[in-house]
Every structure is written in structure tokens, then in C-alpha cells.
């Protein structure tokens, strides 16, 4: 199986890794990427097991990469602002029911 041969080859750190690096289309066998774990490997290619030329593990395209943020930074105020505050006084509701209240 590729899965085993991965882990064998030491191309993976674990069985479990090497089944979520083929999975994933990192794992190539000659010049064909094979997704499949359970592919048997016949002994003359166990050889040409190797990353996929684009894979970003082998030097391809990097995946996801970390962006920096520039929230932190504050900008050079321009306008100056005055907010005032307007008082509102609100008369309280009688909450009796009766007519003479």
C-alpha cells in the first residue's frame, strides 16, 4: 500500500500522517499524483515515491501564508471633531391608571 510505503520511506512521521499527505495530493508515484492511501505500490516504482512537484511541502507554491495586519497603527487625524452632548429631559409617565393622578 502507498500509505505504508510513505511512513516506510520516511516521508511521513506517521502512518496516519502519510494518509492525509496523499489525501491532500502532496504524494507523487513517478510523474502521476495518486490520492488514493490504498494504491498498491509494485516494487519496480517504490523508488519513484517522492512530493508532488507542485506540492508546497517540495519548494511548489506556498499555501496559506500569514498576512500582516495594520490595525494597530493609528493614522494622522485630519478633521478634528467636537460632538456635543444635548441634554433631554423626559417627563416620567404616570404608570397609575386612575383618572386623578
Known amino acids: 500500500r502507498l500509505q505504508t510505503k510513505v511512513y516506510k520511506n ?11 499527505l496523499i489525501r ?7 510523474r502521476q499524483i495518486v490520492n488514493v492511501p490504498s494504491f498498491m ?3 519496480n516504482s517504490e523508488k519513484q515515491i517522492d512530493f ?3 506540492s508546497s511541502l517540495a519548494g511548489g507554491r ?3 501564508t500569514k498576512t500582516v ?3 494597530h497603527l493609528t493614522l ?5 471633531v467636537q460632538i456635543s452632548v444635548v441634554a433631554v429631559s423626559l417627563k416620567k409617565k404616570n404608570s397609575c391608571r ?3 393622578c
Open 10 to 20: 520516511q516521508i511521513a512521521k506517521s502512518i496516519h500522517h502519510a494518509r492525509v
Open 24 to 30: 491532500q495530493r502532496h504524494i507523487r508515484v513517478g
Open 41 to 43: 505500490v509494485r516494487v
Open 52 to 54: 508532488a512537484i507542485n
Open 62 to 64: 506556498p499555501g496559506r
Open 69 to 71: 495586519s495594520y490595525t
Open 76 to 80: 494622522p487625524t485630519i478633521y478634528s
Open 98 to 100: 386612575c383618572m386623578s
